[in-house]
T-cell receptor, first 113, second 112 residues
């Protein structure tokens, strides 16, 4: 089955810095990748997604990079703000897990003013 | 727009009691999902429904049943609650598989 891991469980940055959150996955057949933000007491909120036919996708202040060779995914947040403080999850889908998202354990991002 | 609505928000049960968690979405999505989230962990898929009339097991289905009542509603039932089922339960929906899933705010369930 699929396993999804993260390189760091916590990340602490200063307001205005850029943040990078990393994620590794195991199944080379995975073809859909997604990042969620979860604030305390709330459900995960969609940030950005990317499919396996792309290696980079940009949104508002966020960029997702996909390296299929090493099965690595990253989320970059530009000019991080205190409101970005939350838990960030990557999730992957595809191959024999079509229709099922497998989530990583999450990275806690803390932004200091 | 309500999005995905889960009821109740909180519940305390005794071991052996039964309960149904309700979920409804107003986005005309085809696919719906139930997850559980334990402290310090990501979400794990319990059951999902790719379309109205179909349901399939996820990663952790034991001890649970589901019903896709119609396109809008997808319920999760615990027939005989166990302390190991203490968790936060999230419902989600998406237009289809391989599309962003949109989540409700969860049901916090404690089983004593």
């Amino acid at each position: 089955g699929e396993s999804v891991g993260l390189h760091l469980p916590t990340l602490s940055v200063q307001e205005g810095d850029n943040s990078i959150i990393n994620c590794a996955y195991s199944n080379s057949a995975s073809d859909y990748f997604i990042w969620y933000k979860q604030e305390s007491g709330k459900g995960p909120q969609f940030i950005i997604d990317i499919r396996s036919n792309m290696d980079k996708r940009q949104g508002q202040r966020v960029t997702v990079l996909l390296n299929k060779t090493v099965k690595h995914l990253s989320l970059q947040i530009a000019a991080t703000q205190p409101g970005d403080s939350a838990v960030y999850f990557c999730a992957v889908e595809g191959g024999t897990s079509y229709g099922k998202l497998t989530f990583g354990q999450g990275t806690i991002l803390t932004v200091h003013p | 727009n309500a999005g995905v609505t889960q009821t109740p928000k909180f519940q305390v049960l005794k071991t052996g009691q039964s309960m149904t968690l309700q979920c409804a979405q107003d986005m005309n999505h085809n696919s719906m999902y139930w997850y559980r989230q334990d402290p310090g962990m990501g979400l794990r898929l319990i059951y999902y429904s790719a379309s109205e009339g179909t349901t399939d097991k996820g990663e952790v289905p034991n001890g649970y049943n589901v019903s896709r009542l119609n396109k809008r509603e997808f319920s999760l039932r615990l027939e005989s609650a166990a302390p190991s089922q203490t968790s936060v339960y999230f419902c989600a929906s998406s237009t289809h598989s391989n599309q962003p899933q949109h989540f409700g705010d969860g049901t916090r369930l404690s089983i004593l």
